[in-house]
C-alpha cells in the first residue's frame, strides 16, 4: 500500500457539502421507496434496477449487473488523473415482518429458505443503498474536478444468501468487482440504531467478528427410556457438551487479548418422554476478533465434544463452518483517514466504536484491499440508543436526518483519499 500520511481537505470539500445538502430531500425519497420495497437476499431485482438506472443516467463511464446475481457496480473515472477508491453499499433485506408505524412501512412478502416471510430492511440496508446513490450523484456532479476514479459497488446477500445459493462479498470478489480496475482502497459504512444521528464510530484493526456456524451430532444408541443401560443416552452427552463448551472461551482463550463468544442456538433431539433417541443436534455461532483465536476456538470444540462423546461412549460428528472473516479496518488507513473523519463529522459527533461481536462480509472486501468501515448514528435526538430496537428487530426506526452525515462522509473519505495518494 502506498505510503499513508494524514489526509488533507480535498479542493472539492467545499463544493461536496453544498451538493450533498442540495441531495439530501432526494436521498431520504429513495430510502422511503427501497423501505416499502425490500427484497432478500439475492433477489435484489428492483433495487439493483433502481441503481443501474440511477447510475447509467448519472453518466458513469461503466454500469456492470448482475454480479453475484443481482450486484451491481459503476465507475466513475475524475477529469483528472490519480488513483481508485471503491465505495460499497449493501442492498438486502430480511425476513422480518415489520411493526414500525409508519407510512411507507413495508408490506411486502416473500420466500425464504421454503417459507413464507413478512420482508423488511430491519438493517438499514435501504439507507446505505440511498446514501451511496447519493455519494454517486454528488461525485458526478464534480467529475470535472475529481482526480482517479470511484468505483461504487451495490452488493447483494449480505445478511448470508437463501440455504444452497452462493451470493454477498466473496461472490462479488470472485466475479471480479474488485479487478479492472483494482482500487487502492474501500470505504464502506452500517446505520446504527446504538448511535444518536450526527455521530460516527470509527475503530482501527479488528471492529466487527468472524462469524462461524457449528453443527455438532452426538450419536447414541436408541433405547427404551426404562432401561437406558441397554443403550447410549446422547441427551445426557449432549447436555454434558453444552456445559464442556462453556469452558472453550471462559478457560482456554486469553481474553484480554481479544474477546470470543461461543453459543448453541438450536438443541434437538427426540420424539417421546419415554424413549431416548439415537441422536441429538446442536447449531451454533462462533464469534472471534483474530483469525489464529479462530482457528484455536474451531479445533478445542471439536476435540472437546468428541472427547466427551467418546467417554461416554457416544459418537460425535462437529462440522464448522467458516462464514465472514474478522472486520478488520486496515490501522494505516484508519490512521490517515481520521483528519477527514474529525472534519466531516466534528469532534463531537466522532467517537471511537466498541468492537461488536455481528459480523459483515465487507471484511472480504477488506482480505483483498485496505478497507475502512464506520458506523452511521440513527437513532432520533432525544430517544437512548442504548434502548432503541436494535439492527433487525421488527421495531428498528432509522431517523432519516443522519442520512446526510452517511453521504458526507462517504464522499470525503473518497476525493480526500484520492487526491492525498494523487499528489
Ligand atoms: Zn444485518
Ligand atoms: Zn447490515
Sequence with gaps: MPDLTPVTASSMA????????????????????????????????????????????????????????????????????????????????????EEVDLPFASKARGQWNGEEV??????????????????AQVLAGLRGQLRGSVKFIFQPAEEMPPAGEDGGAKMMVAEGALEKPVPQAIFGLHVSSRQTVGTVGYRPGP??????????????????????????????????VVLGLQTVVARGIDITEEPAVVSLGIIRGGVRENIIPESVEMRGTIRTFNEAMRDDIHERVTTLAESISR?????????????????????????????????????????????????????????????????????????????????????????????????????????????????
Design 311 to 423: 467417554g461416554s461412549r457416544a459418537g460425535c460428528t462437529v462440522c464448522i463452518t467458516k462464514n465472514y472473516p474478522v472486520t478488520i479496518n486496515d490501522p494505516a488507513l484508519t490512521e490517515a483517514m481520521l483528519p477527514t473523519l474529525r472534519r466531516v463529522v466534528g469532534s463531537e459527533g466522532l467517537r471511537l466504536a466498541p468492537k461488536v461481536t455481528g459480523s459483515e462480509d465487507f471484511s472480504f472486501f477488506q482480505r483483498v484491499v485496505p478497507g475502512l468501515f464506520v458506523f452511521l448514528g440513527v437513532s432520533a435526538p432525544g430517544v437512548d440508543a442504548k434502548k432503541a430496537a436494535p439492527n433487525h428487530s421488527p421495531r428498528f426506526r432509522v431517523d432519516e436526518s443522519g442520512l446526510l452525515l452517511g453521504v458526507r462522509t462517504l464522499a470525503h473519505l473518497s476525493c480526500d483519499y484520492l487526491e492525498s495518494q494523487a499528489r
Design 118 to 135: 413478512g420482508v423488511m430492511h430491519a438493517c438499514g440496508h435501504d439507507c446505505h443503498v440511498a446514501i451511496l446513490m447519493g455519494v
Design 207 to 240: 471492529t466487527m467478528a468472524s462469524s462461524d456456524y457449528m453443527k455438532i451430532t452426538v450419536h447414541g444408541s436408541q433405547t427404551h427410556g426404562a432401561a437406558p443401560w441397554l443403550g447410549v443416552d446422547p441427551i445426557v452427552t449432549a447436555a454434558q
Design 14 to 97: 467545499a463544493l461536496i457539502d453544498q451538493h450533498a445538502a442540495a441531495l439530501e430531500a432526494q436521498v431520504i425519497a429513495w430510502r422511503r421507496d427501497l423501505h416499502q420495497h425490500p427484497e432478500l437476499g439475492n433477489r435484489e431485482f428492483r433495487t439493483a434496477g433502481i441503481v443501474a438506472d440511477h447510475l447509467r443516467a448519472l453518466g458513469l463511464d461503466e454500469v456492470r449487473t448482475g454480479v453475484a446475481h443481482t450486484g451491481v457496480v459503476g465507475l466513475l473515472k475524475g477529469a483528472l488523473p490519480g488513483p481508485v477508491v471503491a465505495l460499497r453499499a449493501d442492498m438486502d433485506g430480511l425476513p422480518v415482518t
